[in-house]
């Protein structure tokens, strides 16, 4: 066998999200005590080695994040792999509906305690029909990274695009880069040193995406696509990321 095809096949085989990573967001739940932003967004996994959020230029990020996006009074939004709530509490004093799904138990809790009017379910992307509604946006952000391949990726796009409305939204946001993936793990490396470096990244891996695996998922599925960069200065992360928005095709 080939090692093209070797790849291919890991790229796609169909698993779940890594284990390992679940024992990650229980700890970061499980510790985190007050219903603080910087502390939500911490146990939410968004600071990074190469850069922290505050709360002034966390809203900043998200409203910049979404400026392709239009929604209206009362528009439905979910967001898979919510955690403890951070990105919602953008709009959770705004006039939508707001739900959200997370595989962690403990960070759910605490997305419980903090915001009770979000609706939320544990699990995984199956637990989106439990809502049995359809939705205005649906995203999810610094997640892809946890899957184990492509083929995840690609099955829980599909079950998003089950529950979109006719000009629904779906953002895939924060996605690593796999062309900067070398230039990432250097830039790193030069920060942490090698031996922490090793440490940290030889157990705890990503995944990263070549953008072709979203406009191909585009155009098998007749979708609207729209990729663009992170241009944001307050977390240097951002730099080694990309966005994706798909709409709903109109025209059949």
Not at 103 to 114: D, G, T, V
Not at 156 to 162: D, E, F, R, T, W
Not at 237 to 244: D, F
Not at 245 to 251: A, T
Request: hydrophobic content about 30%; some cysteine; proline content about 1%.
């Amino acid at each position: 066998m080939s090692q093209s095809v070797k790849f291919l096949k890991k790229l796609y085989h169909k698993k779940s999200i890594n284990k390992l990573w679940l024992s990650v967001w229980q700890r970061q739940g499980r510790n985190l005590k007050i219903n603080k932003i910087e502390n939500i967004i911490k146990a939410n996994g968004h600071n990074s080695t190469l850069g922290q959020f505050n709360k002034k230029n966390w809203f900043k990020y998200i409203k910049s994040t979404f400026r392709y996006v239009k929604l209206s009074k009362n528009s439905k939004i979910l967001e898979y792999g919510c955690g403890s709530g951070a990105f919602l509490s953008y709009w959770y004093k705004k006039k939508y509906n707001l739900y959200g799904i997370d595989y962690s138990n403990s960070l759910i809790k605490k997305c419980k305690k903090f915001y009770p009017n979000i609706n939320v379910q544990k699990g995984e992307i199956s637990s989106i029909k439990k809502f049995k509604t359809e939705f205005d946006l649906i995203f999810s952000h610094s997640v892809f990274q946890y899957f184990d391949n492509y083929q995840y990726a690609k099955s829980l796009i599909l079950k998003m695009l089950s529950v979109l409305n006719s000009k629904g939204y779906i953002c895939i946001l924060d996605v690593p880069d796999n062309k900067k993936k070398k230039k990432y793990y250097e830039k790193i490396k030069k920060l942490l040193g090698t031996k922490k470096f090793e440490k940290k990244y030889r157990k705890y891996k990503h995944t990263f995406y070549n953008k072709s695996f979203f406009k191909n998922l585009a155009k098998e599925n007749n979708l609207q696509i729209k990729i663009f960069n992170h241009k944001y200065k307050y977390n240097e992360n951002s730099k080694y990321r990309y966005n994706v928005i798909f709409k709903k095709n109109l025209i059949n």
